[in-house]
Every structure is written in structure tokens, then in C-alpha cells.
């Protein structure tokens, strides 16, 4: 199982990116996705998950700013940012939790992608 973190970049404050995570190999399903981001001197946090129903939770920090969606038919998760913020800068790892043709549980990471948000 793989995932592939794409869509990072350096962007203006008051910008926006699109980031994309695509799942592939041996999956059965996906319970969860999420985004994470960690910044230099800090510890790796929580930006947003869905469900495969649909549920989303966010970040306090990103309400308002950032949609977390994902398109279940193509293993594929996406975050949309708005309105970014230098505070956003970090590197953004995508996360799941799923299970494998074989029937075994998996909590896979994908090899994070840097948003930089700076003038």
C-alpha cells in the first residue's frame, strides 16, 4: 500500500493550493484519510480527516479556510487551502487508515509534500 502526497508549493499569504493524496496497491477500503502538518520545532498535528461516509473534522486553526474531500471511487483525498497564512507553513503528510485485500488493518503514511506561505 502506498500514498502519494502531491500539490505543495510556496505560495503569497492570502493564497491558495490544492493538495492531493492518491492511495494504490492491495486496499479493500479506506476507513479514514486525514492531513497532517508538521513545522519546524513542532510536533505533527492534526489539519483535517474524513470519513468514507463523508464526516470531516478540522483544526481549529483551518475552519473556515480549508475542505478536506475525497473521491472514494479513486482512493484519492484532497485539501483545498484558502486564505493561507505564514503560520500554515509546514510539511503536509497524508494519512490513512484502511484494509487490504487480505484483510489486514493498515495505518499508512504518504511522504509529505511542503507548503510554504510566505511574501
Known amino acids: 500500500v502506498q500514498l502519494q502526497a502531491s500539490g505543495g508549493g510556496l505560495v503569497q499569504p492570502g493564497g491558495s493550493l490544492r493538495l492531493s493524496c492518491a492511495a494504490s496497491?492491495?486496499?479493500?477500503?479506506?476507513?479514514?484519510m486525514g492531513w497532517y502538518r508538521q513545522a519546524p520545532g513542532n510536533q505533527r498535528e492534526l489539519v483535517a480527516s474524513?470519513?468514507?461516509?463523508?464526516?470531516?473534522n478540522y483544526a481549529d486553526s483551518v475552519k473556515g479556510r480549508f475542505t478536506i474531500s475525497r473521491d472514494n471511487a479513486k482512493n484519492t483525498m484532497y485539501l483545498q487551502m484558502n486564505s493561507l497564512k505564514p503560520e500554515d507553513t509546514a510539511v503536509y503528510y497524508c494519512n490513512a487508515d484502511l484494509v487490504t485485500t487480505i484483510h489486514e488493518y493498515y495505518d499508512s503514511w504518504g511522504q509529505g509534500t511542503q507548503v510554504t506561505v510566505s511574501s
Open positions: 474524513i470519513t468514507s461516509g463523508g464526516s470531516t
Open positions: 496497491g492491495s486496499i479493500f477500503s479506506i476507513i479514514r
